[in-house]
């Protein structure tokens, strides 16, 4: 046949698997949690007459670092920035890329250890930093400490980034 409705059921997963699994009927999308290791999903077909084709395993096995492969290396930053003016509802807006070097240019994702962002909003899009002075108009302070994990696994060491608003 053709595969006009067709659409998908997860039905099992391997009692080690990791990472999130969301059944979009179409099209499976897996994120695993790094460093990653093998594991799999089972899942069936199911035509428009709800007729179930039998079960298909996908395995996920992880790439394997070669050998030397080193970590990346992340660097501790600390930003010293001029409050905004004194501007009502005024907020001050910044993205920095975190320093990261890994020597074999490997992709890596980060990974959050901890923030202190009572006074300083952090947010993580891609591998830049956004921060937000929270409380608008006066000194403020955080800190946000992270990991890079190069695609292999590898695990940088641990890094922090301060930011001080000064009045």
């Keep these: 046949g053709d595969n006009l409705g067709l659409t998908y059921r997860i039905i099992g997963l391997a009692d080690d698997t990791q990472g999130s699994i969301r059944d979009q009927n179409i099209n499976f999308v897996y994120t695993p949690v790094v460093p990653v290791v093998q594991n799999s999903l089972t899942y069936i077909a199911i035509d428009q007459d709800g007729a179930e084709s039998d079960p298909?395993?996908?395995?996920?096995?992880?790439?394997?670092?070669?050998?030397?492969?080193?970590?990346?290396?992340?660097?501790?930053?600390?930003?010293?920035?001029?409050?905004?003016?004194?501007?009502?509802?005024?907020?001050?807006?910044?993205?920095?890329?975190?320093?990261?070097?890994?020597?074999?240019?490997?992709?890596?994702?980060?990974?959050?250890?901890?923030?202190?962002?009572?006074?300083?909003?952090?947010?993580?899009?891609?591998?830049?930093?956004?921060?937000?002075?929270?409380?608008?108009?006066?000194?403020?302070?955080?800190?946000?400490t992270y990991q890079a994990i190069d695609i292999f696994g590898n695990v940088s060491n641990t890094a922090t980034i301060t930011i001080n608003y000064n009045d």
Aim: hydrophobic share 40%.
């Design 56 to 144: 298909a395993t996908i395995t996920f096995t992880p790439i394997v670092s070669p050998p030397g492969n080193a970590a990346p290396v992340a660097q501790d930053i600390t930003l010293n920035i001029d409050a905004p003016p004194t501007i009502f509802n005024s907020r001050q807006l910044l993205s920095y890329s975190l320093m990261v070097q890994d020597v074999e240019n490997d992709d890596f994702v980060i990974n959050e250890i901890s923030r202190n962002d009572a006074e300083v909003r952090f947010s993580l899009l891609n591998n830049d930093l956004r921060m937000d002075n929270r409380i608008r108009t006066t000194a403020a302070t955080g800190t946000f």
